[in-house]
């Protein structure tokens, strides 16, 4: 026998072995920006001038401290919590508060815009295009941009509820699970059809192809609908700080929408929103549609009102 068939009939008499290490592996690297290489995955996120990470302004952080006092965290939770100001036009996070790696917040410099006047036009990142701020979707870009206290309060509690959730965990699990089912749906069709022997090996390879892709795909819906639930769940415990926070939310969701619009409108061509102002998705829904966001806290205020 040659090498390359001894080398064949090792890794088969070892595959479960070489899979199992090949899922972990996997596993492991697709979550180190949320774990291991967090601090460092803030540096790439972090809004920088002159080689230094531009601090997050006094009024924005007082905000910061009213809502953790609204929402009462745990004291080693809030300790493993850090704010910084990101480059993203939107509030993002990373982590989980149920780690010990702790959990970042990044909150775009437009926080800081108290009215129209206080917008540095030269650090909007529009794709490079001259946009004609006298026009009317430049203005109500400018506009969008402006949020209340009540708006980013709202915005700042929602980032600190997907940070108490256990996604780290529960993407870990889902990974390894799918990972597993995979192969063993493959193994079991192997041993019971001796598919070894009825089938050539591009044969076997387009069978196994098509299993592993029909479980990546199940895997993707499961995940969607687990993000989404998170979507609302967030919202929702924001909403439910009090009357405020549900307005802010409102006020929230409507200025992203007006803000996406105007620049569907100056960005003819590239239509990455729809003309609702919804992120244009393909086959998958990995978000909650963000006018189905604002409704719902819509539904959400109006319970306040009722009371």
């Given at each position: 026998?040659?090498?390359?068939?001894?080398?064949?009939?090792?890794?088969?008499?070892?595959m479960p072995i070489f899979t199992g290490v090949g899922l972990s592996v996997g596993v492991v690297v697709s979550l180190l920006p949320q774990t291991l290489l967090l601090r460092r995955y803030r540096k790439i996120l972090a809004h920088t001038q002159n080689d230094e990470e531009k601090p997050i302004d006094n009024h924005t952080q007082s905000l910061i401290e009213r809502v953790l006092q609204r929402i009462t965290l745990k004291a080693e939770e809030e300790a493993d919590l850090e704010f910084f100001t990101?480059?993203?036009?939107?509030?993002?996070?990373?982590?989980?508060?149920?780690?010990?790696?702790?959990?970042?917040?990044?909150?775009?410099?437009?926080?800081?815009?108290?009215?129209?006047?206080?917008?540095?036009?030269?650090?909007?990142?529009?794709?490079?295009?001259?946009?004609?701020?006298?026009?009317?979707?430049?203005?109500t870009l400018l506009k969008s941009l402006v949020l209340s206290d009540k708006?980013?309060?709202?915005?700042?509690?929602?980032?600190?509820?997907?940070?108490?959730?256990?996604?780290?965990?529960?993407?870990?699990?889902?990974?390894?699970?799918?990972?597993?089912?995979?192969?063993?749906?493959?193994?079991?069709?192997?041993?019971?059809?001796?598919?070894?022997?009825?089938?050539?090996?591009?044969?076997?390879?387009?069978?196994?192809?098509?299993?592993?892709?029909?479980?990546?795909?199940?895997?993707?819906?499961?995940?969607?609908?687990?993000?989404?639930?998170q979507d609302n769940s967030a919202?929702?415990?924001?909403?439910?700080?009090?009357?405020?926070?549900?307005?802010?939310?409102v006020e929230y969701y409507n200025k992203v929408l007006l803000r996406n619009k105007a620049l569907r409108a100056l960005?003819?061509?590239?239509?990455?929103?729809?003309?609702?102002?919804?992120?244009v998705s393909t086959w998958r829904r990995d978000h909650v549609e963000l006018t189905a966001r604002r409704d719902n806290l819509q539904k959400y205020l109006i319970g306040y009102e009722k009371v």
């Open positions: 026998m040659s090498w390359f068939g001894r080398a064949v009939l090792y890794v088969r008499h070892r990101c480059f993203a036009s939107d509030p993002l996070h990373a982590g989980s508060l149920k780690i010990r790696f702790g959990a970042i917040i990044g909150l775009p410099g437009t926080f800081a815009y108290k009215d129209v006047a206080d917008i540095n036009k030269d650090e909007l990142l529009l794709d490079q295009m001259v946009v004609d701020w006298n026009s009317e979707n430049g203005e708006a980013k309060a709202f915005a700042i509690a929602r980032e600190i509820n997907f940070a108490t959730f256990h996604q780290i965990h529960v993407e870990t699990f889902m990974r390894s699970v799918f990972g597993v089912l995979a192969y063993s749906c493959g193994h079991i069709l192997n041993n019971y059809f001796a598919l070894d022997r009825r089938l050539k090996f591009w044969a076997r390879f387009s069978l196994y192809s098509f299993i592993a892709s029909a479980w990546f795909v199940l895997y993707v819906a499961v995940k969607d609908s687990y993000y989404c639930w919202d929702r415990k924001a909403a439910a700080l009090s009357k405020a926070y549900a307005e802010g939310g960005t003819a061509g590239q239509k990455r929103y729809t003309a609702y102002g919804n992120v």
